[in-house]
């Protein structure tokens, strides 16, 4: 037999997601536990430049000063290697004051990000290609995204587009509707944003 104490790492899809939520929440947030991997810290610089307080506790747990629902900021947002933070990242720049750009690795710029640039449009943002390829985008939120409403698309290429949404949801006026035709992708991960 083993006997001894085992205290295994964060999750990074909940480290995520928690994280999305403590900053757009009201007043302070912990996460205790909190994975500090490239991709959650990419979004911790991401957050902080759009106006959230962030900042690693020594036992490891991130506190998290939250914008009541609206970022203070606006800048440049760098993902870096990671999806998730990019996509997150695409739908809270939308529930900031200004214009944004985001942008991330030479690998990451070859990932898919179209499927946020339509259903971000479709709910009223002003979303643009710097180029030809995915990124760089400039995001420029408006009155009609924090509004809600309805959005539609057709099997999206991550489901991380649809989480994004959902975190952000909950700050939209009106709440949000999104229809998704032909199937989901990782329709698990889409449940567990939803549990958060």
């Given at each position: 037999p083993?006997?001894?104490?085992?205290n295994p790492p964060g999750s990074?899809?909940?480290?995520?997601?928690?994280?999305?939520?403590?900053?757009?929440?009201?007043?302070?947030?912990?996460?205790?536990?909190?994975?500090?991997?490239?991709?959650v810290e990419a979004l911790v610089r991401g957050l902080q430049v759009l106006g959230a307080d962030i900042r690693w506790r020594e036992d490891g747990a991130l506190v998290v000063r939250g914008v009541a629902g609206r970022f203070p900021g606006?800048?440049?947002?760098?993902?870096g290697e990671g999806g998730t933070p990019a996509r997150?990242?695409?739908?809270a720049a939308c529930m900031a004051t200004g214009t944004s750009s985001l942008d991330g690795s030479p690998r990451l710029r070859a990932r898919p990000m179209r499927d946020g640039v339509q259903l971000l449009a479709g709910l009223g943002a002003h979303v643009t290609r710097a180029g030809e390829g995915e990124l760089t985008l400039w995001i420029t939120p408006s009155d009609a995204?924090?509004?809600g409403g309805c959005v539609s698309i057709e099997r999206p290429a991550?489901?991380?587009?649809?989480?994004?949404?959902?975190?952000?949801a909950p700050w939209m006026q009106s709440g949000?509707?999104?229809?998704?035709r032909g199937g989901l992708p990782s329709d698990s991960y889409?449940?567990?944003t939803v549990q958060c």
């Open positions: 083993v006997v001894g104490d085992l990074k899809s909940l480290s995520q997601r928690w994280l999305m939520l403590a900053a757009l929440a009201e007043g302070e947030s912990v996460i205790s536990n909190a994975l500090r991997s490239d991709d606006s800048g440049a947002l760098d993902a997150f990242m695409m739908a995204v924090r509004r991550s489901s991380q587009f649809l989480s994004a949404l959902a975190l952000v949000l509707r999104i229809e998704v889409v449940e567990l």
